[in-house]
T-cell receptor, first 113, second 112 residues
């Protein structure tokens, strides 16, 4: 009964080679988030969608893009991965923004060679 | 925006002892305070949360207390077990952006 699903769980890519990570949810939540988490650090919000409205964090590099074709799916595109982009990428959902519980997926660990 | 500080960064306790993790926040308008547990290689999972209209909430061995005047909230785990070993994150929303700001995390190690 997985609620937030991320695929793949592990992704290996080459320096500069575009990569896409995917997230799907069965909760029918309006909001979907993408976080980057590096070792021993807190998750760092990259951007979020409220329905189809895209909201980018001010310090998210242009190298990171996102798509949400429908309520259930959201994608993270890294156009030209660098070594510094190796991290765990977490997808989360919530019914609304504000004081709402966020439900996290298991994450995709990205390795850049 | 919101600033959330979490202490300690690491905590080692003996099985059966209690563990306490504290967080302070800066925005007095914040009204929702979740705690997440993250096991190795997994995503964070909500374990307990509290809203600003209550001072304490308990769920079996886990409790959270909130002091709005002092702007801090704490996670209490009693009768710790080895499976409690994980990284714990507190969070608070920044009302301006409605996004959660996470504390730096606490690595809890429970020794058998």
């Amino acid at each position: 009964d997985a609620m937030v699903i991320q695929n793949p769980r592990y992704q290996v890519t080459q320096f500069g080679k575009p990569v896409t990570l995917s997230c799907s949810q069965t909760l029918n939540h309006n909001v979907m988030y993408w976080y980057q988490q590096k070792s021993s650090q807190a998750p760092k919000l990259l951007f979020h969608y409220y329905d189809k409205d895209f909201n980018n964090e001010a310090d998210t590099p242009d190298n990171f893009q996102s798509r949400r074709p429908n309520t259930s799916f959201c994608f993270l595109d890294i156009r030209s991965p660098g070594l510094g982009d190796a991290a765990m990428y977490l997808c989360a959902t919530s019914p609304r923004t504000g004081g709402e519980t966020q439900y996290f997926g298991p994450g995709t660990r990205l390795l850049v060679l | 925006g919101e600033n959330v500080e979490q202490h300690p960064s690491t905590l080692s306790v003996q099985e059966g002892d209690s563990a306490v993790i504290k967080c302070t926040y800066s925005d007095s308008a914040s009204n929702y305070f979740p705690w997440y547990k993250q096991e190795l290689g997994k995503g964070p999972q909500l374990i307990i949360d509290i809203r600003s209209n209550v001072g304490e909430k308990k769920d079996q061995r886990i409790a959270v207390t909130l002091n709005k005047t002092a702007k801090h909230f704490s996670l209490h785990i009693t009768e710790t077990q080895p499976e409690d070993s994980a990284v714990y994150f507190c969070a608070a929303p920044a009302p301006a952006g409605n996004m959660l700001t996470f504390g730096g995390g606490t690595r809890l190690m429970v020794k058998p």
